[in-house]
């Protein structure tokens, strides 16, 4: 989805794992599509290339055709060599320099004692998918990022539609295939109603008949004309508007952003209920500084004015007045990033939670009726919001000063026209993506002067993700069915002759394995007083997790049920979207007087992900990530420990990182902690704090104190899973067996499968980005940060003390 939001959210999810903060209909009022819990769509781009099957194809698709072109080749050469390794004699030199000797050297040392060799097609593919990552000329006690990305990034250029390019770009690609495939099967074979939506859905995005083309600016002027008019369209009468009305019909009514995010949600000091939650939002661009920092930022700034005013006369604006209203929009949007609290100031979840009446809202954040607001809301599932009714606020400081900010906007006529030029200018440019080309195309310098990449995927592949945000369970049981009963891609073919319970089944064992090393890593802690100590192995053993998918979803009538309210007709794609805000909002307002389900997902199936939800002590792991590089049944388990093991070593560590902590073994916040420990906890975290704010990329340092959790959990999941596998391969010595053609120890592969999911290439505008926005480190550092802080990692590779990989002072937490 090519919007701002889309692409920050793609940037920060698709090439990297996250604890979760939302259930799966759970997620903040302000966004076109809130279905699903996943983030959404406003501006989005799709273009239609000519027919030629080779152009056509991406560049990864043609990369990934000669590759099995290789790979098939590759095959033949290992069996001719085997034929003649009777004839071969080698001798192994175990230095440096010959451990990176040429292929054919590798090949035969391997095959002198091939008896414990691997040399069926998948150990093929692997070890091929890994010569064509290393780069050999790098000393990985230098940079261990280099040595197992170097050929990768080399060889991998970032497609001309993204801003990054990562292995989870390609798992999700993959993926995306296998979607595609599923929905485009005739309506009449597909088995719930539900999916029959989805498919309908699809279509309608696809849009064969061009009828968004035809419509133009049509549906979202009518929706205007709905909302009282705006003055750029020229459609507005300033003394009969009211900022209340207006609040309510564009953020309740359309579900849009506005001053605020609000949302229903588990309420973190009672976990098992729900609550009412109200938090700063507002902010078009991604971050504060692009509207602070106006030195660094004048070519962005002006290149959103442009996008803005390009928007407003599309739907019929006079050029001239519409920029200086926009000129305006964007004071107003700056003035609100000066009161808007930075990210890293708000990691101590017990600090900002603020519980308090309605009564009391109103009378800190007296801009609007607070009671009117949630009635107005909740009267669509008629229920009666009191003065008394308890609500949770994250920001009060930011909702005082925006009392002010709006006051003083709302005492003049000129102040007016702008709040009212702010309010639907986030519904504007949240919904221009379900319209014409030209609406999409005017997005185009903004998104290139923010991720370095004008985008324009082809439209499958955007309808493919744009269907999963709006009915991604549904896609979710096309996509099982497809994994496990259908021909779904050479990655899954392990799959293939299993059920998903029988694929899933070594993933829980690794899961099981981690969180028992976990355990007896905490026997070690010398910062942790005894009652602690119990109390944090209580809550380790306490952690449920989900694997692949929620089972309700092969359930078709349970799966009906799901999306029964939810309308979806071909020829309606910008109302199908309309009707999908409504339906996601109306489930969302159902929830606030019912028990909290702890096993509802986050993420859809097909998704490359995963996560930690804090208030339910949970980590989950949907299907589309259990695929190799990171998991495979067939694949050895140094690299399947490597890979899905520290990623479930990462899940689990959130439990405990700067923010997880807080919260008991029940998922509620509260502190369980003996002083001393918080104090000297946070003494040890500062270690990372440090050693992260020392990294950079183009002058742009990372910022240790945003990415503290995300670095606790990185480091954290690594040492446990490599703890884990250690333990296995105690038990299981026999069962693991050499690839083809790599020189590499069991423990040196797991490394090398740590490091390689990691492989990635950014623009600079996007790395830029990340670095100001992100709570994650960029990949590089997110592989050899933790490496430099892992004693078993220099031994395993033989780094001398005070090499770059091996530094004499080591952080450590967990």
Not at 585 to 609: A, E, G, I, R, Y
């Amino acid at each position: 989805m090519d919007s701002i939001t889309d692409n920050i959210r793609m940037l920060m999810t698709k090439s990297k794992y996250k604890h979760a903060e939302l259930d799966e209909d759970t997620t903040s009022m302000g966004s076109a599509h809130i279905t699903e819990g996943i983030s959404t769509s406003a501006t989005h781009i799709h273009y239609y290339p000519s027919t030629s099957f080779w152009k056509l194809r991406s560049l990864l698709e043609k990369c990934l055709i000669i590759l099995n072109c290789i790979l098939l080749f590759l095959v033949f050469l290992f069996g001719c060599l085997l034929g003649s390794s009777e004839k071969v004699t080698t001798t192994v030199n175990t230095s440096y320099d010959v451990m990176h000797a040429d292929l054919k050297t590798q090949i035969f040392n391997n095959l002198a004692d091939h008896s414990s060799l691997c040399l069926d097609e998948k150990c093929v593919r692997t070890a091929a998918t890994i010569l064509a990552s290393v780069d050999t000329r790098v000393d990985p006690c230098e940079d261990f990022y280099q040595f197992t990305c170097g050929s990768w990034i080399k060889h991998n250029p970032i497609p001309d539609a993204k801003a990054s390019w990562s292995m989870f770009n390609i798992l999700d690609l993959q993926n995306n295939f296998i979607v595609k495939n599923a929905l485009e099967k005739p309506i009449t074979s597909m088995k719930s109603k539900a999916e029959q939506k989805a498919k309908t859905y699809y279509m309608s995005c696809m849009d064969a008949n061009e009828t968004i083309e035809g419509l133009g600016a049509k549906p979202l002027l009518e929706l205007l004309d709905k909302v009282g008019g705006w003055s750029i369209s020229g459609k507005f009468n300033i003394s009969s508007w009211r900022l209340q009305r207006t609040v309510e019909t564009l953020m309740i009514d359309y579900s849009m952003m506005g001053f605020f995010s609000w949302y229903v949600s588990e309420d973190d000091r009672n976990s098992s209920r729900y609550t009412i939650v109200v938090d700063q939002s507002g902010l078009t661009l991604p971050t504060r500084d692009n509207y602070l920092n106006k030195t660094a930022n004048e070519k962005l700034l002006s290149t959103y004015l442009d996008y803005m005013t390009k928007i407003g006369v599309l739907i019929g604006g006079d050029e001239k007045s519409t920029k200086e209203h926009m000129r305006h929009v964007i004071q107003f949007e700056t003035e609100l990033a000066n009161i808007t609290e930075k990210d890293e100031d708000r990691r101590d979840e017990e600090h900002i939670y603020n519980r308090m009446t309605v009564a009391e809202l109103e009378t800190l954040a007296p801009f609007i009726s607070w009671h009117s607001f949630f009635n107005q809301a909740f009267r669509k599932v008629q229920r009666k919001i009191t003065p008394q009714e308890n609500v949770v606020v994250y920001a009060p400081n930011y909702l005082k000063q925006l009392t002010l900010l709006v006051n003083e906007y709302n005492s003049t006529t000129d102040g007016k026209i702008v709040l009212n030029n702010y309010l639907v200018w986030q519904t504007v440019k949240a919904l221009t993506g379900y319209l014409s080309k030209a609406f999409r195309d005017a997005y185009k310098g903004l998104r290139k002067a923010l991720f370095g990449s004008e985008g324009g995927e082809e439209p499958w592949k955007f309808c493919v993700s744009d269907t999963n945000s709006v009915l991604g369970f549904a896609l979710g049981a096309m996509y099982v069915r497809e994994v496990f009963n259908g021909n779904s891609k050479p990655m899954y073919q392990s799959a293939l002759l299993l059920t998903s319970k029988q694929y899933y089944a070594q993933a829980e064992d690794m899961i099981n394995n981690i969180r028992q090393a976990f355990k007896t890593n905490l026997l070690s802690l010398k910062w942790m007083d005894k009652e602690t100590f119990k109390l944090a192995e209580n809550k380790a053993d306490a952690i449920t997790d989900m694997i692949g998918f929620p089972n309700y979803i092969m359930d078709t009538k349970k799966l009906d049920e799901k999306y029964e309210d939810l309308e979806v007709r071909e020829n309606e794609y910008f109302q199908n979207n309309i009707r999908a805000s409504w339906h996601s909002l109306k489930v969302l307002l159902k929830k606030l007087d019912q028990p909290v389900n702890k096993t509802k997902w986050s993420m859809t199936p097909p998704t490359v992900n995963a996560y930690y939800t804090p208030t339910k002590n949970q980590i989950v792991f949907p299907a589309g990530i259990l695929q190799a590089p990171f998991y495979d049944i067939k694949q050895q388990q140094a690299l399947n420990y490597g890979g899905m093991g520290v990623v479930m070593g990462h899940e689990l560590t959130h439990a405990f990182d700067d923010q997880g902590r807080e919260y008991d073994k029940n998922g509620n916040l509260h502190q369980w902690w003996n002083n001393d420990t918080i104090a000297r906890f946070k003494e040890q975290a500062e270690c990372f704090v440090h050693q992260y704010n020392n990294y950079s990329i183009n002058g742009i340092s990372v910022n240790g104190k945003r990415t503290l959790g995300e670095n606790i959990a990185d480091n954290g999941g690594l040492k446990a899973a490599f703890h884990a596998y250690l333990q296995w391969s105690k038990q299981n010595a026999k069962k693991e067996h050499h690839l083809p053609a790599l020189n590499y120890t069991h423990k040196q592969l797991f490394f090398i499968g740590f490091g390689q999911v990691w492989c990635s290439t950014t623009t600079e505008e996007a790395t830029k980005l990340l670095l100001e926005k992100d709570a994650h480190s960029p990949a590089n550092f997110r592989v050899v940060g933790p490496l430099m802080n892992l004693p078993e990692f220099s031994e395993v590779w033989n780094c001398p003390l005070g090499s770059k990989m091996n530094p004499v002072n080591k952080c450590e937490v967990w």
